[in-house]
């Protein structure tokens, strides 16, 4: 039995990778990396010749599409590019076969103008989301990175992967590994997608490796009018004068502190979080400490398990529901946020990924609400999804993402 | 299946059958010179390539009909035979010759690809002969069904379908 399945194994591996996926740029006959314009041509004459005109070559039809893809798009140079790790990845060949491990990258591919098409496979949890990526409902689902089904990622061919480049790394370490021991053409992409810091980066780098320059300045400008009006606008509040909030993650008394993205994010809005310090990302807090701190704001984060509102459905009632099991805690008709109706509560589908930066502009704008009059976290949420997603979602009438 | 009678859904099947898709904003069109070349004359052929940045273009010659040059830059065109393979780069025009043979008729056939777009398809056939006579053709082992669909006898069809169709509406 335990034959048989390294046999399957040894025959996955084999079938794996277009063997082509890392051996240079199709046509380029002299070897020297770069496709000239005249080796470009007699490439092409080459296949004509041997699809159409009774000759004999080497290149097919997925060779010449792929020479021309680079010979116009990169200028007939291999890409290389440097991803979130800090390695550098030679790209010799456009994406064909694409696995993705983070939803978060393959949200920003498809901000980006990607062919979905060329997703083969996406991770368990980017499968679910059938309401945000419908097209990936008939896809291969490839497991989580903790969970991953190697065989399965092996059985659809792929010829690059995306992984987390800072979190999870143990995990996604492992799994780059395993592909490049054994189907060393596979090109290993890591990108996380859903830090402020480097997404605009991370935009740019990955419109370069799909030949989609110009979409992604365009959509690293959208990020960033929204990020930099927030960060422009908060930069000059006296750390004295911030606003004092309490961040519950989905479990009750669960906060939020420094190193968590949570937490940058509740900062990047001006907000000062009274419970930042300490080493544990999620600490559990005394319930009196919260009472003692008097948040003039909290947020809630919804959304566990994708249980409840997101684009999943629209369900204010139940986010609402939420919100009143906090104004019924012992104690908290004292705190400052409950005595003026400052508390909120926020799907972590707008503030945990790619979507980060709606989500960010909605804690600023209750943060700050003269400050940030003329923000539109509902129009900025609304264009991205039509715009750059590409999909039939109305905020009016679907999903559920803040309450009130 | 209201409103449209059996025998008008089976002519417009058949239409559909017969005209081939190419036709219509086919991104690559032949035009030539002239159809009824005398024996020996030189036909210029003309290929206007409209939305194809990087891909190619075979055109196939009937028999006796030979290839006479082009300027299309020598490293970027190739003959084998009555085939001639164009590289296009950027190209939105290509002209060629062919020198007529004593007699014969037949048609000229192509096919493109576009590389970048990632499709492909037929140029619709272009029909040649010398001094518009008609002869039987010698060889059509090479001829694809999509290009015998818009033979003569093909639109023929079509149009008599178009006919029936509308005389079976108005019963």
Redesign the interface.
Known sequence: MKRRLLLVLALLLLLAVPASAADGIPGDADGDGVLA??E???A??A???AA????VGDLD?TD??D???V??RWDGKPREVVDSSGRTVTLYRPLRRVVTFSGESLETLRSLGFDMEKVVAVDKYSHEKSTFFPECRDKANVGSIWSPDMEKVLSVRPDAIFLYATISTAACDDIQKRLEASSPGIRVLRFDCFKPATYPGEIRTMASMIGREERGNEFASFYESTMDQIRETTAGIPDGEKTRVYFEYWFDYTTVSAGSGYNEKTGLAGGMNPFAVGTAEYPVVDPEAILVADPQVVVKLAGQGLAVGGYAGHDPEALDAIRSTLLERPGWSRISAVKDGRVYVIHSDILGGAQHFIGTAYLAKWFYPDRFADLDPHAVHQRYLTEFQGIDFDLASQGTFVYP | MIGLPANRLFCLLLLSLFIPAVVCGAPVTRTLSTAEPGAGEVVTVSLSIDGV????V?ETLPAGYAFAGTDH?D????V??Q?I?????NDTRITYSVTAPASGSGDITG?W?D??G?SDGEIAPSHVAVDGIETKPENSGEKPAAQEAASPFAVLAAVAALLIAGWGGRR
Do not use: C, H, N
């Open positions: 314009s005249g470009y041509a007699s092409v004459l296949y004509l010749d159409y005109m009774g000759g039809r010449i599409q020479a021309a893809w010979y116009a | 940045a990087l891909g190619g075979v830059p490293d970027r065109a190739l084998r035979g085939k393979g164009f590289a296009v780069m096919t690809e590389f970048l990632e």
